[in-house]
């Protein structure tokens, strides 16, 4: 049986990108009647979430992605998060071991850094093997005796060709020397992903892997492990990345990339579904609009395209409005709009914010419409009659955005702390600091109260509404980015 998987790690936002993929492992799993999973890989224990999780399950689900076998549903396989299944990984990683395939590692951050600047120097460009990383065995039982914990790292081979058969793309060439010695197991016990994917993998009894392309220069090393454990490796098939409109790598610093904002801003599910299942593929009469229903119905994996495919809003707008005028009667409008506008969770946090200002009901639409809008009409002019000049008030929403492009946290409390903090850092008021951020999200110089505004909207419309703000205020250059960038870090 086709058995094919799609495995998030909960560690930010639900990424448009992994809908993108488990929408074609979905599709293929279906044609063929075989099983879709979904695994969570959260073996990054610093970084990963129930929180995000949740959110991760949600956003899937709120598309109308649905799982055969995950932490959710259940299945035989499970369990179905990583972080459930460490004893697993140690047995495996420890079979290799006695099999001389990996060895421990007692090498420090700092040695490895020491040692790479040492290559740059050298003009050497090889990836370290297990002959560079070994050290000798009374120098092992010295650091053995003083309490270090080692990694466990794989060999390598340290030249030679490697060759992965890919669905899409044939043969691949890989060079070994630039395969590292990757570590399978962290110092804390944990396994890295390589370890884990693959062990998983096999487990579950996964058939076919269908991944981004950003993952072909791992292939190696997962092929390696296949081979040293002496399982069969799934067929491969890396799928082309999504891209920005300038064909850059699709992220978050140029265009929405969580689920989440697409929901929040009045897209509907359907609609960025059929956007996605346009990403590389085409229905064989070439309509533009069609169901999950039909793209499973037509679905041929071989005739996906390997050409960049281009994530442009604009386009997802249209086809957006093309679902709403031809699949929403009038009262289906009416229950989707109030359902999407007026959610209970929804109102209960704004009410508060305007409680005070209102005098009559008719007082709320003003007060609530940035609420209900993706993005603000900005009018530059309204910058003018801030404090700050413009230089300082486009480096102030631009620190802004790097400063919540990394911000867990999202409380009230956790954003006031965040960005006075850095206003602190800048000298610059904390009153004048904030202006040029109230225009951003409100396209107005009075709103309700900023960081609760902020806290309401939710990280993915109000990093929008700041990428928004600066591209009204004419952007930044890419050689003012790079100065900006080295400031920011001094921060």
């Not at 799934?234 to 992220?251: A, F, V």
């Not at 309509?287 to 495919?309: C, N, Q, R």
């Amino acid at each position: 049986m086709i058995r094919v998987r799609v495995a998030p790690s909960p560690t930010g936002d639900p990424h448009v990108g992994t809908a993108y993929i488990a929408l074609f492992n979905l599709c293929f799993a279906r044609k063929m009647g075989g099983k879709f999973i979904l695994r969570i890989e959260d073996t990054d224990q610093s970084r990963s979430t129930a929180e995000s999780e949740q959110t991760i399950l949600s956003s899937l689900k709120w598309m109308g992605l649905e799982w055969d076998e995950g932490p959710d549903v259940g299945g035989p396989h499970g369990p179905y998060r990583q972080s459930e299944r460490e004893d697993i990984y140690a047995k495996y990683a420890h079979q290799l071991i006695d099999a001389g395939k990996a060895f421990y590692c007692y090498r420090t951050s700092d040695e490895l850094d020491q040692m790479r600047a040492e290559r740059r120097e050298k003009g050497i460009q090889k990836a370290f093997k297990a002959s560079d990383l070994q050290l000798p065995t009374a120098e092992i039982a010295e650091r053995k005796l003083a309490g270090q914990k080692p990694v466990v790292r794989m060999v390598v081979p340290e030249e030679g060709l490697c060759k992965i058969q890919d669905r899409l793309r044939g043969e691949i060439e890989l060079d070994w020397a630039n395969v590292d010695a990757q570590i399978l197991l962290k110092a804390d016990g944990m396994p890295t992903y390589h370890l884990a994917n693959v062990v998983d993998d096999h487990l579950m009894q996964i058939t076919h892997v269908i991944r981004g392309e950003e993952w072909i220069n791992s292939a190696p090393k997962h092929y390696l492990l296949y081979e040293y454990f002496g399982w069969d490796m799934p067929e491969l098939c890396h799928m082309p990345l999504l891209r920005n409109p300038d064909k850059s790598k699709l992220s978050k610093r140029k265009n929405p990339t969580s689920i989440n904002f697409y929901r929040d801003a009045g897209f509907l599910p359907e609609a960025l579904l059929n956007y996605l299942g346009r990403m590389g593929w085409s229905m064989p009469d070439e309509a533009e609009k069609f169901s999950l229903t039909e793209m499973v119905e037509h679905f041929d994996i071989d005739k996906l395209s390997l050409g960049g495919p281009v994530f442009d809003q604009e386009k997802l707008r249209w086809l957006n409005g093309m679902w709403i005028r031809e699949d929403l009667s009038a009262d289906d409008f009416i229950q989707r709009y109030a359902s999407w506008a007026f959610p209970p969770e929804k109102v209960k946090a704004i009410v508060p914010l305007i409680h005070e200002r209102v005098e009559t009901l008719a007082d709320v639409a003003p007060l609530t419409a940035l609420f209900f809008n993706s993005l603000p009409v900005l009018d530059e002019a309204t910058f003018d009659q801030l404090k700050l000049d413009r230089e300082t008030q486009v480096k102030v929403i631009q620190f802004v955005s790097w400063k919540l492009d990394s911000q867990v946290a999202w409380g009230r409390d956790d954003l006031y702390q965040s960005l006075s903090a850095l206003a602190e850092a800048m000298d610059i008021k904390l009153r004048d600091f904030l202006q040029p951020l109230f225009v951003a999200m409100s396209g107005s110089t009075v709103c309700p109260p900023l960081f609760d505004t902020m806290a309401v909207l939710g990280p993915d419309l109000t990093r929008a509404r700041f990428r928004h703000a600066l591209d009204c205020l004419g952007g930044v250059s890419k050689k003012g980015a790079k100065k900006l960038e080295r400031e920011f870090r001094e921060f």
